[in-house]
C-alpha cells in the first residue's frame, strides 16, 4: 500500500513566523510533489508543485524535496493568519497508466496566531 | 474564465437513490477525476479518465460509475450500492494525466438522510 504521512497537528506558529510542514512517501518512484491549502469547507487549492531534488521558492512559500530520504517539506515565511488552513501533502504513483494519480496525506492543520 | 465547475453545491438524497453529480471542466485539459473527502481523511481516487470515452477505476470505485462522453464533462453516479456515500465529492483535471498537477473544482457535498 503505497502511502503519504503527514503530521495532522495542528501545528501553532505565531504571525511573523516560519511554518513548516512536512511529508513522508513511501514509493521510491514517485516523481511528481505538490501542495494544497485547503481551508475548512472548500475544495483543495494548489499552492506549489515539486519534481527535481532541492528547493523551490514562491513568494512566501518554499518547497524542499530529497528523493532519497522519500521527504517533501513545506516552508511558509512571514505567516499570516490568512495562512490558516489544513495544507495535503501530494505524491503520484509513480508507475504504468496510474502514474497521473495522486496520493494525498490526510493534511496538517496549521493555526497562526496574530 | 478558465475553471472548473461542479453542481449542486450541496445535495440530499434519501437511502436507496441514485444521484449524479456534475463536473465540468472548460480548461481543454485531457484527464479528469473524482475523489471523495471524509472529515479527518485524505482524498481517496474513485474514477479516473484520461481521455474521452475512456475511464479507469480509482482506489474506491464500488458503488459509483462514471461516463467521459465530451472532454469537458465527467459525471459521476452515486449508485444505492454505496453503503456510506455521505461525504464531500471533489472533481478535478490536469492536462495529460501523466503526474502533472490537478486543480480542484468547488465541490459537492452530499448527505444521505
Known amino acids: 500500500q503505497k502511502e503519504v504521512e503527514q503530521n495532522s497537528g495542528p501545528l501553532s506558529v505565531p504571525e511573523g513566523a516560519i511554518a513548516s510542514l512536512n511529508c513522508t512517501y513511501s514509493?521510491?518512484?514517485?516523481?511528481?510533489f505538490f501542495w494544497y491549502r485547503q481551508y475548512s469547507g472548500k475544495s483543495p487549492e494548489l499552492i506549489m508543485s515539486?519534481?527535481?531534488?532541492g528547493d523551490k521558492e514562491d513568494g512566501r512559500f518554499t518547497a524542499q524535496l530529497n528523493k532519497a530520504s522519500q521527504y517533501v517539506s513545506l516552508l511558509i515565511r512571514d505567516s499570516q493568519p490568512s495562512d490558516s488552513a489544513t495544507y495535503l501533502c501530494?505524491?503520484?504513483?509513480?508507475?504504468?497508466?496510474?502514474?497521473?494519480?495522486?496520493?494525498f496525506g490526510k493534511g496538517t492543520k496549521l493555526s497562526v496566531k496574530p | 474564465d478558465g475553471g472548473i465547475t461542479q453542481s449542486p453545491k450541496y445535495l440530499f438524497r434519501k437511502e436507496g437513490q441514485n444521484v449524479t453529480l456534475s463536473c465540468e471542466q472548460n480548461?481543454?485539459?485531457?484527464?479528469m477525476y473524482w475523489y471523495r473527502q471524509d472529515p479527518g481523511q485524505g482524498l481517496r481516487l474513485i474514477y479516473y479518465?484520461?481521455?474521452?470515452?475512456?475511464?479507469q477505476k480509482g482506489d474506491i470505485a464500488e458503488g459509483y460509475s462514471v461516463s467521459r462522453e465530451k472532454k469537458e464533462s465527467f459525471p459521476l453516479t452515486v449508485t444505492s450500492a454505496q453503503k456510506n456515500p455521505t461525504a464531500f465529492y471533489l472533481c478535478?483535471?490536469?492536462?495529460?494525466?501523466?503526474?502533472?498537477?490537478?486543480?480542484f473544482g468547488p465541490g459537492t457535498r452530499l448527505t444521505v438522510l
Open positions: 478535478a483535471s490536469s492536462v495529460t494525466g501523466a503526474g502533472d498537477e490537478q486543480f
Open positions: 514509493d521510491r518512484v514517485s516523481q511528481s
Open positions: 515539486i519534481y527535481s531534488n
Open positions: 501530494a505524491v503520484n504513483r509513480g508507475y504504468g497508466g496510474s502514474q497521473g494519480n495522486l496520493i
Open positions: 480548461l481543454n485539459h485531457d484527464a
Open positions: 479518465s484520461q481521455i474521452v470515452n475512456d475511464f
